[in-house]
């Protein structure tokens, strides 16, 4: 009637087991979103660090009814870090130094053939973007990935009672994770900017990433740590003229365990 806790990996299909009314949520974390990468200018009057990627949203000690159902869990990636779309302006003479970074990754427990909100999700968190920049102005708008958030369920919470195996159950604890960091953009050709943070996950569980250095030949914005970290921005200006690439989003994650709860 109780599982042992399974942390799952790829998209599996689950079975509920006989005498099983229950699903308890140990951890449950949405993939972060990616970072932006910085970008340097030619004469435009500042440079650009590149937006975080949003944290993911996640569950902790949650519980929830089910009974008789096959369930698909879902597992969510982390965001793919951005880079420039790099179009030619209309005259063919500038870059449009725009984009945008992937998005995290929603971790859902869906039941088979249900409708939309049949599913309990810790929602990925936003990739960072980029637009209106031009090589030779003006300096392109940032913007942060926005935090993952926790939807809404037509699972029943079950915030009472105690399992066969002798624990009390609660109601546990849900929330969102961190908007990512945005450093925007510095004043006047050639100054040096560093990279922005990536946001974290829900209740700190997974470390958004540290934004690059600007410093010397300058670094990259790091990838956030899973579960479900956003990635960090990039930075500029640095020796090469340039700037340095965003970090990808954390993987989001799953724990979970079948229980009977009386």
Do not use: W
Not at 156 to 165: A, C, H, L, N, Y
Not at 207 to 219: E, F
């Amino acid at each position: 009637q109780t599982t042992s806790a399974s942390s799952a990996t790829g998209n599996p299909a689950v079975t509920v087991p006989n005498g099983a009314n229950a699903i308890f949520i140990v951890s449950m974390f949405g993939g972060g979103g990616g970072g932006f990468k910085g970008q340097a200018y030619t004469k435009a009057g500042g440079e650009s660090a590149g937006a975080g990627g949003g944290g993911g949203a996640g569950r902790l000690g949650q519980y929830f009814t089910v009974t008789g159902d096959q369930l698909s869990v879902v597992i969510g990636a982390g965001g793919a870090a951005g880079v420039d779309d790099t179009e030619n302006n209309t005259d063919g003479t500038q870059f449009n130094h725009a984009g945008s970074a992937g998005n995290g990754g929603d971790t859902t427990i869906i039941v088979f053939g249900g409708a939309t909100n049949n599913n309990i999700t810790a929602g990925g968190g936003g990739g960072a973007s980029a637009a209106g920049g031009f090589a030779r102005g003006p300096l392109r708008s940032n913007t942060a990935g926005s935090a993952g958030g926790i939807g809404s369920t037509a699972f029943t919470q079950v915030t009472s009672g105690t399992t066969t195996s002798g624990v009390s159950v609660s109601a546990g604890s849900a929330g969102s994770g961190d908007v990512g960091g945005n450093a925007g953009n510095c004043g006047g050709d050639n100054c040096r900017i560093d990279g922005s943070a990536g946001g974290d996950s829900f209740n700190d569980n997974g470390a958004g990433g540290t934004g690059g250095s600007s410093s010397g030949n300058g670094t990259a914005g790091t990838a956030g740590a899973a579960p479900g970290g956003g990635g960090a921005g990039g930075s500029a200006q640095l020796n090469n003229g340039g700037g340095s690439a965003g970090g990808a989003g954390g993987a989001g994650s799953i724990s979970y365990q079948f229980v009977r709860i009386v």
